[in-house]
T-cell receptor, first 116, second 112 residues
Framework: AQSVSQHNHHVILSEAASLELGCNYS??????LFWYVQYPGQHLQLLLK??????LVKGIKGFEAEFIKSKFSFNLRKPSVQWSDTAEYFC??????????????FGAGTILRVKS | ETGVTQSPTHLIKTRGQQVTLRCSSQ?????VSWYQQALGQGPQFIFQ???????GRGNFPPRFSGLQFPNYSSELNVNALELDDSALYLC???????????FGSGTRLTVV
């Protein structure tokens, strides 16, 4: 079965620190990759997505992610975090030929707390 | 553009009861998926509906069922509620052939 692993469940950073959240997936076929953010009390919001093309994807709020096919990874980065980035972050994948192609498989999430 | 709306936002039910959760899809979307997000976990795929028929199901028992209506709104029904069914239930709409998803804010179900 397809799965997504997020390396850290809790991350605490000071403001202006750099962020990298790891994400690895297990699926050998062509994939679409997503990062979602869930602010406290709010719904899941799309940060960025990769379908094809340039493996370095830029999203909203200064986030970016790099798809490394050989490593089955899609790590999320931000050069300088802000207190407002405090949230839970989810990596998700679906596959072109994955069973039920529109199904998203999510990682367990990473809770980021940014100290001001 | 309208987003995905879910109702109710919170619900408390007793073990053994039945519950119905509702979802209105984003305008222009014809596919709806339901996810269960237990505390401390990522969302888990329950099932997906397209053209009013279930066309994909995750590892959930038959007491989880759904409906999709001609206006693409949807219901999630859970029978014989168990304590472990306590979770946030998310609805996501999309357009078949595309891979964009819009999530609702969810329904927080507590089973006591």
């Amino acid at each position: 079965a397809q799965s997504v692993s997020q390396h850290n469940h809790h991350v605490i950073l000071s403001e202006a620190a750099s962020l990298e959240l790891g994400c690895n997936y297990s699926y050998g076929g062509t994939v679409n990759l997503f990062w979602y953010v869930q602010y406290p009390g709010q719904h899941l919001q799309l940060l960025l997505k990769y379908f094809s093309g340039d493996p370095l994807v830029k999203g909203i709020k200064g986030f970016e992610a790099e798809f490394i096919k050989s490593k089955f990874s899609f790590n999320l980065r931000k050069p300088s975090v802000q207190w407002s980035d405090t949230a839970e972050y989810f990596c998700a994948v679906n596959g072109i030929y994955m069973e039920y192609g529109n199904k998203l498989v999510f990682g367990a999430g990473t809770i980021l707390r940014v100290k001001s | 553009e309208t987003g995905v709306t879910q109702s109710p936002t919170h619900l408390i039910k007793t073990r053994g009861q039945q519950v119905t959760l509702r979802c209105s899809s984003q305008s222009g979307h014809n596919t709806v998926s339901w996810y269960q997000q237990a505390l401390g976990q990522g969302p888990q795929f329950i099932f997906q509906y397209y053209r009013e028929e279930e066309n994909g199901r995750g590892n959930f028992p038959p007491r989880f069922s759904g409906l999709q209506f001609p206006n693409y709104s949807s219901e999630l029904n859970v029978n014989a509620l168990e304590l472990d069914d306590s979770a946030l239930y998310l609805c996501a709409s999309s357009f078949t052939g595309g891979y964009g998803y819009t999530f609702g804010s969810g329904t927080r179900l507590t089973v006591v």
